[in-house]
């Protein structure tokens, strides 16, 4: 059976992007794919300027809302990077073998080093520590959002360099799983969703806040007045239907958008209905763990245990394989 791993950045506690996203997805991954490998990504957190405590608290919020969103421990690996020192390890291994011109092509990188000053080499190095996050586990599969393709396919080449440089067929080229919910923009419907544009919900906020930032959300910008007939395929509300609504109630949502048997504001209190009743599970684990957090801190030290065995052997292997395992007196 193919190994599972995916990463997620410590942005604190979850919001439906990322949910839908990724963690959603995650959640029936480790179903179908028993010893699922997660980890929150903090190394990547520091390639540019933050605040520790800040960085501190987004790691546990993180952390938090993945086991409240039904990351099980029981089934899945939940741990933070910087508690296996072994990715970083492999990291500078890999750098060695790959090209600069490979880095500097990447269209994050051109994307956020071109509103730079003083570009960090963190920033241009970051798919080198991605590729060696996946590789470590030796996965195979990585359930990945269409903007992180590009990322895997370097995963991939780093892989096939490796082993023709060393002649061994020791990692594999992992595979992308692509999450099934499309991208869906932010409630603005200029972005994509995130909480530094204010234009997303988090995954704990009350029924009421919900509500607050749903009745002024962007639906289709020709829908006017409500005798207008809408285009749900263009309307981010109904995409976040496909999401928490169940399939009856997406067609019903459809035709009445179509003939305009509804206002947006009809629609979206129907997408409320659907939202509370997948989010308040979620918000109510989150509160138990609040109330117990070394559950929190035992599920990551269980996952962490388990990634560092398999990181090791996969360092004790790429040493030897490289020629930086133990000295032996010359005969």
């Given amino acids: 059976m193919a190994r599972i791993f995916s990463g997620i950045q410590p942005s604190g506690e979850l919001h439906i992007g990322n949910y839908l996203g990724a963690v959603k997805n995650w959640t029936h991954l480790q179903e179908t794919h ?85 570009i960090p080499a963190g920033l241009l190095m970051y798919p080198v520590l991605q590729s060696a996050d996946i590789l470590l586990y030796r996965a195979d599969s990585v359930p990945v959002g269409e903007d992180q393709v ?35 923009m932010g409630l603005d419907g200029n972005a994509k969703m995130s909480k530094s544009l204010g234009n997303t919900v988090g995954l704990l906020e009350s029924d009421e806040e919900i509500w607050q930032k749903l009745r002024p959300a962007m639906t289709d910008p020709q829908r006017v007045r409500k005798s207008d007939p809408g285009r749900p395929e263009v309307c981010n509300i109904f995409q976040l239907h496909k999401a928490f609504s169940a399939e009856p109630t997406v067609e019903h949502v459809r035709q009445q958008c179509e003939t305009a048997g509804w206002g947006c504001m009809d629609c979206k209190k129907v997408l409320h209905e659907g939202m509370v009743q997948e989010l308040t599970p979620i918000r109510r684990r989150a509160e138990a763990l609040d109330a117990e957090p070394q559950r929190v801190l035992d599920a990551l030290a269980s996952g962490a245990a388990t990634a560092r065995g398999l990181a090791q052997e996969t360092m004790r292997q790429v040493r030897e394989i490289v020629g930086l395992d133990g000295l032996s007196l010359p005969a």
Avoid at 52 to 72: F, N, T
Avoid at 151 to 175: C, I, M, Q, W
Wanted: glycine share 4%.
């Fill in 34 to 118: 028993p010893g699922a490998i997660y980890c929150v990504v903090d190394y990547h957190a520091i390639t540019g300027a933050y605040d520790p405590a800040v960085l501190r608290a987004r790691r546990w919020g993180m952390a938090k809302s993945l086991l409240a969103a039904g990351i099980d421990p029981a089934k899945a690996s939940l741990f933070m990077q910087s508690d296996v020192p072994e990715h970083t390890e492999l990291s500078w291994i890999f750098t060695t073998i790959t090209p600069l011109g490979d880095l500097e092509r990447q269209t994050q990188f051109k994307d956020k080093s071109s509103k730079m000053e003083s």
């Fill in 150 to 184: 590009q990322h895997l396919e370097l995963a991939r080449d780093t892989s096939r360099k490796f082993n023709a440089k060393f002649g061994v067929e020791y990692f594999p080229e992992p595979k992308p799983l692509l999450t099934p919910t499309r991208r869906i």
